[in-house]
Nanobody, 126 residues
Framework: VQLQASGGGLAQAGGSLRLSCVVSGGSFSRYNMAWFRQVPGKESEFVVGISRSGGTRYQIDSAKGRFTISRDNAKKTVFLQMNSLKPEDTAVYLC????????????????????WGQGTQVTVSS
C-alpha cells in the first residue's frame, strides 16, 4: 500500500489550500484515513480523520470550521480542504491509512495507522 500526498505549498494567511492523498494498493474503501501534521522537533499531531463510512473526527480545535476532510472512494483519494489558513498551520502534512471494520472511528494517535505517505509541506506566511 502506498500513499502519495500532494497539494502543499506557500499560502498567505487567510488563504486556502487543498491537499490530496492518493492510495494505491490495498482496499481504500476499507481504510480509515487521517491527516497528521508535523513541525521540526515535535511529534506528529493528529489533525482530522475520516472513517471508511465517511464519519469525521477532529483533534485540533483550531481546525474545526476551517479544515474539511473528505474522501472519494472511486478515486481512492482523501482530501483536506484548508481555509482561513494561519501561520501556525505551517507544517508537513502527512496522510495515513488504517484498515478498519465499519464501526471503528478514526484513531488519533500515529500508532493507530499502519500506512503513511511521505508528506507535503504547507507554509503559511503572515
Amino acid at each position: 500500500v502506498q500513499l502519495q500526498a500532494s497539494g502543499g505549498g506557500l499560502a498567505q494567511a487567510g488563504g486556502s489550500l487543498r491537499l490530496s492523498c492518493v492510495v494505491s494498493g490495498g482496499s481504500f474503501s476499507r481504510y480509515n484515513m487521517a491527516w497528521f501534521r508535523q513541525v521540526p522537533g515535535k511529534e506528529s499531531e493528529f489533525v482530522v480523520g475520516i472513517s471508511r463510512s465517511g464519519g469525521t473526527r477532529y483533534q485540533i480545535d483550531s481546525a474545526k470550521g476551517r479544515f474539511t476532510i473528505s474522501r472519494d472512494n472511486a478515486k481512492k483519494t482523501v482530501f483536506l480542504q484548508m481555509n482561513s489558513l494561519k501561520p501556525e498551520d505551517t507544517a508537513v502534512y502527512l496522510c495515513a491509512a488504517e484498515p478498519a471494520i465499519l464501526s471503528v472511528i478514526p484513531g488519533t494517535s500515529a500508532g493507530d495507522y499502519r500506512y503513511w505517505g511521505q508528506g507535503t509541506q504547507v507554509t503559511v506566511s503572515s
